[in-house]
Structure formats: C-alpha cells, structure tokens
C-alpha cells in the first residue's frame, strides 16, 4: 500500500519532470524557428541540412509536449486521489512501476494487453 511520503516523492519527481520538459522546450525554441531560404547567403545543402534540423527540432518538441501532458495528468491525478489506479481496469499500479515511471497510467496487465 502507498503512503503520503510515496505519493510526495512522485509529486517532486513529476514536477521536476515537468519542469526539465518545459525548460528543454523554451531553450530550443530559436532551433524550431523559421529557416532563411536566401539562395544568395546559404547554399543548398546547408539549408537542406537547416531544414532537417529544424524538422527534427520541432518533432523532438511535439514529444516533449506530450510527455509535458502525461506529467500534467499524473499531478491531477495525485491532487484527486486517484494516482496509482490503473486508468483501465482500476486496480493498483505497483510501486517500482511508478517509480520507472510516475505519469504511467497502466497496470502491467492493461499495458501488456495494448
């Protein structure tokens, strides 16, 4: 059974999480910026190179900003009462899997069964 010192440290962990999330997304936020195309100044390859980086830079954020909401979902999930609970079938998620992994919202068995 989970206790109030459990359920603490999982809020520190995701919050921390969410954190790192949210400064890794404003700090990378010049390499998701739109890619000068000026033929004149940068040659093909580099702004075939800047494209690349700039799709994967926003690719990378779209990932972040997921993750930003399963964290986010986990807190209100700790602030309601229900965090721990598999949001499948309801029973209780083990402590070690939410230790991998704070904002997973399934038990081992609904997870297996996706």
Same mark, same amino acid.
């Given at each position: 059974?989970? #206790?109030?010192?459990?359920?603490d ?10 954190d ?8 990378t936020? @010049? #390499?998701?910026?739109p *890619?000068?195309?000026d033929?004149s100044r940068?040659?093909?390859?580099s702004?075939?190179?800047a494209?690349?980086?700039q799709?994967? @830079?926003?690719?990378? =954020?779209v990932?972040?900003?997921q993750?930003?909401?399963?964290v986010t *979902?986990?807190?209100?999930?700790? #602030? =309601?009462?229900?965090?721990g ?5 309801? =029973?209780?998620i ?5 230790c991998? #992994?704070?904002?997973?919202p399934?038990?081992i068995?609904?997870?297996s069964s *996706?």
């Amino acid at each position: 059974m989970m #206790d109030q010192a459990f359920f603490d440290e999982m809020r520190t962990l995701l919050e921390s999480r969410r954190d790192e999330l949210t400064g890794l997304s404003q700090a990378t936020e @010049a #390499d998701r910026a739109p *890619v000068e195309l000026d033929q004149s100044r940068v040659g093909r390859l580099s702004r075939m190179d800047a494209l690349q980086s700039q799709e994967m @830079a926003k690719a990378q =954020d779209v990932r972040r900003a997921q993750e930003v909401q399963r964290v986010t *979902v986990a807190l209100r999930r700790l #602030d =309601d009462g229900s965090y721990g609970e598999c949001l499948r079938c309801g =029973d209780e998620i083990a402590e070690n899997r939410l230790c991998a #992994d704070p904002a997973i919202p399934l038990c081992i068995g609904c997870a297996s069964s *996706v």
